[in-house]
Nanobody, 121 residues
């Protein structure tokens, strides 16, 4: 059994910074590409940023230059540093892994429960 656990969401003002963390829990051999997605009220879930096992990153245009995704495999963790936050960054931020390999199974498309980020104007 594996799960992704997010933490670090909260309420900040526009222009401020916030960091969210995702940790993969379980007896894990390896994890593929991981990423952050977000869902604003009344909108569909959208990609924020991804990072491969080799460290290659991709960002949504809306967050380029403001957000930084990083990965720490020894801790089975990824991070999202969010700077110069805007009210439109408000939403539930979900952690995702395209595959997590344990000793007995290859889990695909694993999602965390989400952490709420609220940016006030």
């Amino acid at each position: 059994q594996v799960q992704l656990v997010e933490s670090g969401g909260g309420l900040v003002r526009a222009g401020e910074s916030l960091s969210v963390t995702c940790v993969a829990d379980g007896i894990i051999f390896s994890i593929g590409t991981m990423g952050w997605y977000r869902q604003a009220p009344g909108k569909q879930r959208e990609l924020v940023a991804t990072i491969t096992g080799g460290g290659s990153t991709e960002y949504a245009d809306a967050v380029k230059g403001r957000f930084t995704i990083s990965r720490e495999d020894a801790k089975r963790a990824i991070y999202l540093q969010m700077n110069f936050l805007k009210p439109e960054d408000t939403g539930v931020y979900y952690c995702h892994a395209d595959s997590i390999i344990t000793s007995t199974y290859r889990h695909r498309e694993v999602w965390g429960q989400g952490t709420l980020v609220t940016v006030s104007s």
